[in-house]
């Protein structure tokens, strides 16, 4: 029998299953409504009981399913070379990308999902060499709620961060992170500073990120100040120097970053003999840029 | 007869089923400790050693020698050198680190091998063709590398 990919029939869990348990936990919740007061412990401990197997059951047949998997990728592979027609080196590096991704879903799992502490700080290893930038997001989940602590561990994962940076070869691998790292709840804005400047320092894409990120106007004011500033710093330019006008916008900029951002232009332009003309400031008045505060404090500055 | 030193044994499954149906006479041990005494007992039978670059380093080597058990093959290499200087080795890691690769270069003995660039199966080539190698370069009178 010739079998396709769309011959593949595979079970599905079944989603009403999991809205059922859901439901049912939900109930367990408003238990003192329905459970005689002196029975209540032993019923807590018999849906404790329950729950724990349930949960293991889960587990196992997840690492069962794991094993399927992995099985049938060996098998798979194999049976393409002995069978080749002298074209197996067309068609190994495709074999060893399935090789390569069955691995890679492994250690995801048991980082997310540790069976014991040895093999947390193994999958950590794993990371720290073989990481690549679609494993930001769930090192930096693992991060945020480790599932064993350490300083050793905790020196593993800045590694592994690192590494995936180093590897980010386009902004699109880095994007979902920065989103993620700029919108997450969980974080205070001094930690989403703190990690938005470990992402920038540790990937070669730096100066391309930063130039994102100051023109991404659905990015917070403060994020894009403070991507306009360290890419004026890093790449000092007449090209990078313009994106300090973005932020002279009174709509979208708090009136002390545009005063920075004024002083900052001002001050570079006069240090490269480009001084504004008068032409440009009169421009930049019609645009409603600077309103009279903001003229205010651009004259006094240009008088110091 | 083979032995693999890897703490993984579950990533090694597949590569230790694959040398056992190639009819390899195959022992793993999975730390440090238990492969320093494997091979105390074993070496004058043991005619190839693959061995794993990131492992806990145990009580044998201490953690900051090897990076926190990241390069403790390295180390592990380096002591059975010591002793089995003609003991062939082939290293089957995980690390990228063109460094560590660089290290084995040179070496006599020796052969170096990334997980993912190798296939279950191709392991079995690969151990294959060492033996091959070896024993051409025993009739011929050369150093294999």
């Known amino acids: 029998m010739i079998m396709s990919s769309m011959d593949l029939d595979l079970p599905t869990h079944d989603p009403d299953f999991l809205l059922i348990i859901s439901s049912?936990?939900?109930?367990?919740?408003?238990?003192?409504?329905?459970?005689?007061?002196?029975?209540?412990?032993?019923?807590?401990?018999?849906?404790?009981?329950?729950?724990?197997?349930?949960?293991?059951?889960?587990?196992?047949?997840?690492?069962?399913?794991?094993?399927?998997?992995?099985?049938?990728?060996?098998?798979?592979?194999?049976?393409?070379?002995?069978?080749?027609?002298?074209?197996?080196?067309?068609?190994?590096?495709?074999?060893?990308?399935?090789?390569?991704?069955?691995?890679?879903?492994?250690?995801?799992?048991?980082?997310?999902?540790?069976?014991t502490e040895e093999s947390f700080e193994r999958e950590l290893w794993w990371m720290t060499e073989n990481s690549s930038p679609e494993d930001l997001d769930d090192l930096r989940h693992v991060r945020l709620a480790p599932a064993f602590i350490s300083e050793e561990k905790s020196r593993l994962l800045s590694m592994a961060v690192q590494r995936c940076l180093s590897r980010a070869d386009n902004l699109d691998d880095l994007n979902p992170l920065l989103a993620a790292c700029l919108n997450d709840a969980n974080l205070s804005e001094p930690e989403k500073v703190d990690l938005l400047n470990e992402i920038l320092h540790a990937t070669e894409l730096q100066t391309a990120l930063l130039m994102e990120l100051a023109e991404n106007r659905e990015c917070h004011s403060v994020y894009r100040w403070h991507a306009i500033w360290r890419l004026v710093e890093l790449a000092p330019s007449q090209t990078t120097w313009e994106f300090l006008r973005l932020l002279f916008d009174p709509q979208e900029t708090d009136e002390d970053v545009r005063v920075w951002a004024y002083k900052k232009y001002r001050y570079l332009r006069i240090a490269t003999g480009c001084r504004m003309t008068k032409t440009e400031m009169a421009d930049e008045k019609q645009r409603g840029s600077m309103d009279r505060n903001l003229r205010l404090q651009w004259l006094m500055a240009m008088r110091d | 007869m083979i032995i693999l030193v890897d703490d993984e044994r579950r990533q090694m499954e597949s590569y230790l089923d694959e040398l056992k149906l190639a009819n390899y006479?195959?022992?793993?041990?999975?730390?440090?400790?238990?492969?320093?005494?494997?091979?105390?007992?074993?070496?004058?039978?043991?005619?190839?050693?693959?061995?794993?670059?990131?492992?806990?380093?145990?009580?044998?080597?201490?953690?900051?020698?090897?990076?926190?058990?990241?390069?403790?093959?390295?180390?592990?290499?380096?002591?059975?050198?010591?002793?089995?200087?003609?003991?062939?080795?082939?290293?089957?890691?995980?690390?990228?680190?063109?460094?560590?690769?660089?290290?084995?270069?040179?070496?006599?003995?020796?052969?170096?091998?990334?997980?993912?660039?190798?296939?279950?199966?191709?392991?079995?080539?690969?151990?294959?063709?060492?033996?091959?190698?070896?024993?051409?370069?025993?009739?011929?009178?050369?150093?294999?590398?």
């Open chain 1, 24 to 115: 049912a936990l939900k109930l367990y919740d408003d238990r003192e409504e329905f459970i005689l007061p002196n029975k209540r412990a032993v019923f807590e401990m018999h849906i404790e009981e329950i729950k724990e197997e349930y949960v293991i059951s889960w587990s196992l047949a997840g690492y069962e399913a794991f094993l399927a998997h992995s099985r049938f990728v060996d098998k798979f592979n194999k049976e393409i070379r002995l069978n080749s027609n002298g074209n197996w080196e067309k068609v190994r590096s495709r074999c060893l990308a399935f090789n390569s991704v069955k691995q890679r879903l492994q250690r995801r799992r048991e980082l997310q999902h540790p069976s």
């Open chain 2, 25 to 145: 006479k195959i022992e793993f041990r999975k730390d440090v400790g238990a492969a320093i005494n494997f091979l105390k007992e074993n070496l004058a039978d043991i005619e190839l050693l693959i061995l794993d670059i990131m492992m806990p380093p145990g009580t044998l080597f201490g953690s900051s020698e090897t990076n926190g058990g990241l390069r403790t093959g390295l180390h592990l290499y380096e002591l059975i050198r010591e002793n089995s200087p003609k003991l062939p080795i082939l290293i089957l890691t995980n690390v990228s680190d063109p460094g560590v690769h660089k290290h084995f270069l040179n070496e006599s003995f020796c052969w170096y091998l990334r997980k993912e660039d190798c296939l279950p199966f191709e392991l079995t080539d690969e151990v294959k063709r060492i033996f091959d190698e070896m024993k051409s370069d025993e009739s011929e009178g050369a150093t294999p590398s």
